[in-house]
């Protein structure tokens, strides 16, 4: 028996289909969606929650002209399998398939590419003044979470469109959740207004039924819209979405396709700025999902019965938080922060143990950089864990708040380096470029998880200025570099004649690996101080062997071999040198063994370089 699903091949084919066929489409987009994803791993729970609200925009709106933009893009999967990649779905964030985000080179109908939150609003307010200049006539729609909009770059761009009230439509998703349950005073508004009644359907009905009336059907609805809105005012309290210059439409169940797909056709004609509040499950349709979004959020590889994954070996992530709760529990001054990755930073047990000492700040790194540069001035020692693509977004106040007033802020970076299926957008490859130029900045970088728990008591214990420990998604360890550390000093990993090895992170485990196969005397040095260096090492290693190779988990572009290059350079130490790192160019998705052989930072690819020398 042929499926529905089976004859969807572009938006088209939807628009074929009766309300209860979409409905019944929907639950085959559900199992299609569980069985792809506990093979390939991904993002399944956000995506499971937005299978009606996807088949509605595509039934009612004609992609790509309209265009609909995705914030973060991990919830696109229901329009990929919408607009021509079911085929592909196998392909999923692996190397040379499917990216697990919308991206414009993958299909016309990805109107812009997304990887981070709270930027849609932006992007597609920039695309409809585009339209605008451009004098064409088309929808422009952002689909995004309640956690959006606890980053403030949201409210910069709702602040522009609700004042120039070009036509656009946001939609909002909401679930209650970002990655972890969301937290602040904007969830506090939406639960209250997930408590007001539906006000769509009645105004839906009653302008329908008007507009059949001849000559003055028009006129009539125009007016009973103004007398509608008036009398709203009246008696409901405006949203801060009405406030800020939309017309506010729900909230609507996000589970009712005929209910979404009469607001989509509502609003598709409306000339003006609109704010669509869609209310849903995250998860929904499969229990594993429902009972646990947290763990469904982006997972691994799964059975499907009993929704378990494998277990790994230990993390950089999970020993960072056991260090940290044992930490806390002899320095009350510790305070912890996270923005809404309690679950994914490690610091689930410190929430636990320490509620009046954990703060998440939401999806806003930058607030939460400042927040903690001011109870650092106040006396405390802030530990702010972000993934390194993220504190990224928080540049200037790493610089502005923290470095240049010289405060102790710990950042541990984790997911530093590449980072694997979740592609471009998320590669931590440039952390030690945007930190090692930043006065006061010092850098660590564990080659073990023994080094991570005393470097992380080192930060919070015996140092006093902003510092940050980067670290790898995983576990991979070096095998013979000692556990302890000095700062601004490297580790003799071995000894050599012929060439030496300079490494950080998780490329000292790389050095060891290239040392097996390349044939020379290899001296190897570790650096878990990046900045500063450890100048007279790198130095008198130079010139013992006469060659000298750097390895890093960072774009080449002002990263660790850039600075041994520059201190070579400066103090006229002659020898051969090559720097092995990533180029910076966008680093495409795959396993992080897939993108080291491809831009050459595999062992057998730096082993047969060395063997040139």
Avoid: W
């Avoid at 779905?89 to 414009?104: A, E, I, M």
């Avoid at 839906?204 to 103004?226: A, D």
């Avoid at 305070?335 to 047990?349: C, F, H, N, S």
């Amino acid at each position: 028996m042929n499926k529905l699903l089976d004859n969807i091949n572009s938006p088209d084919d939807l628009k074929k289909l009766n309300i209860d066929e979409l409905a019944a489409l929907c639950g085959e987009i559900r199992e299609f969606l569980i069985d792809s994803v506990s093979k390939t791993g991904g993002h399944l729970a956000s995506n499971l929650g937005v299978v009606e609200l996807t088949v509605a925009l595509h039934t009612v709106f004609n992609v790509p002209q309209d265009k609909i933009i995705f914030d973060v893009g991990h919830q696109s999967y229901v329009h990929k399998i919408l607009t021509g990649r079911k085929d592909s779905f196998s392909t999923l964030r692996q190397f040379g398939g499917l990216s697990g985000f919308p991206k414009r080179s993958e299909s016309d109908c990805d109107a812009f590419d997304t990887g981070h939150s709270s930027t849609s609003v932006s992007a597609a307010l920039g695309l409809a003044r585009a339209r605008d200049l451009a004098g064409d006539d088309f929808n422009i729609i952002t689909v995004f979470g309640d956690g959006a909009l606890t980053g403030g770059m949201m409210y910069e761009a709702m602040n522009d469109a609700g004042h120039v009230k070009t036509p656009l439509i946001l939609v909002l998703n909401d679930n209650a959740m970002s990655i972890s349950k969301n937290v602040g005073a904007v969830a506090k508004h939406l639960r209250k207004l997930r408590m007001s009644p539906v006000y769509f359907r009645s105004k839906h009905v009653v302008e329908s039924v008007l507009k059949k009336i001849p000559l003055l059907g028009k006129v009539s609805v125009n007016i009973i819209k103004k007398i509608k809105r008036f009398f709203r005012r009246l008696v409901i309290p405006t949203t801060m979405f009405d406030d800020m210059g939309f017309t506010y439409m729900g909230p609507v169940d996000g589970h009712d396709i005929k209910a979404m797909i009469q607001c989509f056709e509502y609003v598709k004609d409306e000339k003006k700025p609109v704010f669509i509040h869609i209310q849903t499950k995250k998860g929904k349709g499969y229990a594993h999902a429902e009972s646990n979004p947290r763990k469904f959020h982006g997972i691994s590889p799964f059975d499907i019965a009993t929704g378990e994954t494998k277990e790994g070996s230990e993390t950089y992530s999970s020993r960072f938080g056991s260090v940290l709760v044992n930490l806390a529990q002899d320095n009350d001054k510790i305070v912890a922060i996270t923005g809404a990755m309690p679950d994914g930073t490690g610091l689930e047990e410190f929430e636990k143990h320490f509620k009046n000492r954990f703060f998440d700040v939401g999806i806003a790194e930058q607030h939460g950089v400042t927040l903690s540069a001011g109870l650092a001035a106040g006396g405390y020692i802030p530990v702010i864990p972000l993934y390194s693509s993220f504190l990224q977004r928080a540049y200037d106040q790493v610089l502005h708040d923290v470095c240049l007033q010289n405060l102790h802020v710990v950042f541990p970076i984790d997911r530093a380096g590449i980072v694997g299926q979740d592609g471009e957008t998320h590669q931590g490859i440039y952390d030690i470029s945007y930190l090692s130029h930043m006065p006061n900045m010092t850098i660590l970088s564990p080659a073990t998880l023994g080094q991570l728990e005393e470097m992380l008591k080192f930060a919070i214990n015996d140092f006093n200025a902003p510092i940050a420990i980067r670290y790898p998604r995983g576990g991979t360890e070096a095998d013979n570099i000692p556990q302890d550390f000095t700062l601004g000093k490297a580790q003799l990993v071995q000894e050599g004649n012929d060439v030496t090895i300079v490494a950080s992170g998780r490329m000292v485990k790389r050095a060891e690996e290239v040392s097996a196969l390349a044939g020379k005397s290899v001296e190897i040095l570790a650096l878990p101080t990046i900045k500063p260096l450890d100048t007279e090492a790198i130095i008198a290693s130079a010139l013992k062997t006469k060659h000298l190779i750097t390895i890093e988990d960072n774009v080449k572009t002002g990263g660790m071999g850039s600075m041994v290059a520059a201190l070579l350079e400066e103090t006229h130490t002659e020898c051969e040198f090559k720097i092995f790192a990533f180029p910076d160019t966008p680093i495409t998705h795959g396993t992080v063994e897939e993108l080291d052989k491809l831009y050459g930072l595999d062992a057998i690819a730096i082993a047969s370089k060395i063997q040139e020398l």
